[in-house]
């Protein structure tokens, strides 16, 4: 409808046109026209937000790199667990109920220690509780992948 009014309005020459206001004014930033005064360093705000994100990934990249080979033998060795316990576990039927009992016991006592804000622990305890949130992790997926064998 507006663009029908506008059309209208340049074909008939009148002052309509000039009565519609366009928020360019507004949108417009012009402080990336003279970024050398501004100390920018000459590069637009794509360039620093490019940049920006490229040092944020950096860090992550660098967090999830320290402990690496201890979070990966934690989870492998979850894992190994898993394929054990329900290989051991499955030889006889008779503690099935009791052994999938253990395991969620296991794993909700280690997901309340990991993710619970509010229960003050040392920083060497919180350390081994996220290298067991690891093992936690490996186990959960052991299991579930067990599930599907038979």
């Known amino acids: 409808m507006l663009g029908i009014l506008v059309l209208g309005a340049l074909l008939r020459g009148s002052d309509a046109f000039r009565r519609i206001s366009w928020p360019i004014k507004a949108t417009m930033d012009t402080s990336g026209l003279n970024s050398r005064a501004n100390g920018n360093g000459g590069s637009t705000r794509l360039a620093r937000a490019i940049q920006n994100l490229q040092v944020k990934l950096y860090a992550r990249i660098q967090k999830l790199r320290s402990g690496f080979f201890m ?32 395991a969620v016991i296991v794993v909700e006592g280690i997901g309340a220690l990991m993710y619970k804000a509010s ?10 509780v996220t290298v067991f949130n690891y093992w936690k992790a490996g186990l959960s997926l052991g299991l579930f992948l067990d599930a599907f064998k038979y």
């Open 71 to 102: 979070k990966m033998l934690f989870f492998l060795a979850g894992f190994y667990c898993a394929t054990a316990f329900s290989t051991v576990i499955g030889q006889t039927g008779d503690w099935d109920i009791l052994s999938a009992g253990l």
């Open 119 to 128: 229960f003050p622990l040392p920083n060497n305890v919180r350390s081994l």
